[in-house]
């Protein structure tokens, strides 16, 4: 979707930032990455990784059905 300004909480930012962390500390398979929106933790479990923080509801959308 791309993003016009500033992200509080990235998602993808904290996964990265998880994924470097992971490659120095191997034994390490939960991460806390403070981001401006609020803390977010990203937990590896095996193959699956789990990204899980608050939520605060900002506005609504509404879509069409062709996009």
Not at 17 to 43: H, N, T, W, Y
Not at 46 to 57: A, F, L, Q, Y
């Amino acid at each position: 979707r791309g993003v016009e300004d500033f992200t509080q909480a990235c998602g993808t930012g904290a996964f990265a930032a998880a994924l470097a962390i992971r490659a120095r500390l191997k034994d390490q398979v939960e991460f806390q990455v403070m981001m401006p929106g609020g803390l977010l933790l990203v937990k590896e479990n095996g193959s699956n990784w789990i990204m899980t923080g608050p939520v605060d509801k900002l506005g609504e959308w509404q879509g069409s059905k062709n996009g």
